[in-house]
């Protein structure tokens, strides 16, 4: 509700102004009347107000005298000036007061009504600006993060209130969309004039720190799941919010930063129009999750792309649940992502432009906002992979691509290329040609990668056996295996095992 001051000389004119607008409906509530600029002066020194109609022609201090003395205090509030003088003097000197606008008497209702809401509107753009400018310039999370001296430090103290009772800091995260609509300055407003016990601070473009002083001991989960169903209903708002535990001074203020930022990784399980504390996570599922990195490996190369992306959907939904800590979904993501790496690597598709290297994959996976964020990333990369590996192949002649997929499904077996030459009727020395040129390495090497590819993946996502995981992927000698193991990956399988750990 926007306050407005009437000042006139005339007392039926002054009635007369406040009868003839339906304050209420615009959204103003008139709170002073005065007869001159003088009296004006004073009721405002009292109370400041958003928005001053007043006239020109007055005794003691007239219009133009109030406004200017006004302007050297204060240059917030929108004024309107009443005249009965259509004169080219009165509206360059009401320009250089900043005034919204002048109305020649006798007034138009109307007219005004339009100015009034003009300013008003004004005034909103220039307190969400100014509310921005004022948060943007005052480097809150450098504070929080203490990368502040004791002398700067002393400087933020300063500006935040006295704590009575208790403080309870919360962060809220904004859903991108939402924000687009609303803007982060709007809802910075909206929480000053809605919610007088919250201080909120700007921290980055899309979200903010809330400081809710209470006088008592309060439910804080439930009075900010009612604020954010607010910021819902009456701005399309969408938010999480992390809550740390109450302070009584602001010595914790750093401890309670940490733990809102911690919980914030919440928002990929609970998603947006949630609110967590400590208590809310505390009990959650920790552990691995079981990945088949093989079975996902065999759907990629043999291009079945349908089935590649239901494994990654049926991984997520029966493995993530809100009873689950989040660093579970983050350990199993980073496996689908080696996975997807040492395939791009195997088949000379990291170079491809627009395939993602490792860093680039996990620097996606920790700014997806959410698990649906989360799985477009893999079936996004995993339709490209597929795609390129029908490019790749197409450039392979059928029996090569016939061997590859042959060494695939039967690498535990006693393969050679003289047996392979025999059953696809070639010469075995001219089939080697062919192999080492079209795929880049022997059929040998090939085969040897293929093994130890698979047995580097039993080692970090089974409890076998190096000897058993020698066996398995038709190693029938143990120290020969660690040896070629050790050629392809420059670390033995107890070493990587133990580095697992």
Known sequence: MKTVMLVEDEELILEGLRSIIDWEELGMQVVHMAHNGKEALAL???EPVDIIVTDVEMPVLNGLGFLKALREKNTRSRCVILTGYDEFEYARKAISLDVEDYILKP????K????LKAAAKKLDEEDRNRAADMEKKIGWKQFLEGRLNEEEGKKYLELLPEITGSLT???MKLEPESLQRTGMTELLCYIREKEERIRPLYLTPDSLLLFFYSAEEEDMTRYFSAFQNGLEEE?????FISISNPADSYENLSKCYKICTRLQKYRMIDGYGSCVDEKHVEHRMSGDVSIDSMT???LILKKDKEGAINYIEDLFINNIRESVDVDVLYQMSLKIALVLQDIKVEYKLAKVKKMQDLTDMLEKIYQAEDIYGLKKIFIGEITDIITYLHTENSQYTPVVRQIMDEVEKNYREDMNLKTLAYKYHMNASYLGQIFQKEVG??????LNNTKNKIAKDLILNTNMKINEIAAEVGY????YFYRKFKQCFGVSPASLREMRK
């Open 441 to 446: 390495c022997s059929f040998n090497q090939h």
């Open 112 to 115: 005004l009504t339009e100015v």
């Open 107 to 110: 007034i138009d209702d109307e």
């Open 296 to 298: 996902l490996r065999k």
């Open 44 to 46: 405002f020194e009292k």
């Open 169 to 171: 800091v919360a962060m």
């Open 476 to 479: 029938p000698d143990t120290s």
């Open 235 to 239: 701005l399309g708002v969408f938010t």
